[in-house]
């Protein structure tokens, strides 16, 4: 039986920066990766339709294949996708949730390190905006993360024509040409390796 603790951030405990055993890392590979690949699907959803949010009714079939890739779930596992209220809006979820062995719970933990804060959390059931850590395990248990919506493109707006000294107008001035290339980071960090994670409804079976 293991003590969680509500991690959120970078670790500073010594014992997070442990080395960890092989099933820890292949279920928090798996779980991370999960949330992951929901989080570019729902991206590319709420882009998409202009944020608003998947129906809770056939929501896999709404983000997978067109928006993303469906994840695999644990033995025993499922995933699950709901609707709630985060952060004072309307926000969705999704959730990893069955029975959890004592390092597949631990791994729920270490998880919180590659997602913003405040965005994952473990508990009893799906949908949870708080850490609730079971009595022992094996147990029925539940990881959600909340997913974070496309930011809505901004409103065109008319520019005012520009007027010479002579008194004609003239079109407004276009944006500066590129100059040269740009790159970017993307928002999620990588990881190395290989992979392994329901309470209601609108859940998908697990199995590897």
Known sequence: MILMSALRG???SPVLNAPQPNSVVRAEQMLVRGFQQWQIAFSGYTAATNSVLPATSGW???LTPRYGFLPAA????SWAYGTGIWNGAASGWFC???TFSCAEAEAAEYANRYFPNGTV????GCGA??????AGYPAAMAVTYWAKSAAKPPLATAS?????????ASAPAGPPRPTGRRSGKGFWRGLRGGSRGGFGGNILGGGW
């Open 10 to 12: 970078p670790p500073v």
């Open 60 to 62: 896999a079939a709404l």
């Open 74 to 77: 644990p033995q025993g596992q």
């Open 96 to 98: 990893l949730s069955g």
């Open 121 to 124: 959390f473990y508990n009893a």
């Open 129 to 134: 905006t708080s850490d609730a850590a079971p």
């Open 160 to 168: 005012p024509p520009v007027t010479s000294a002579q008194g004609v």
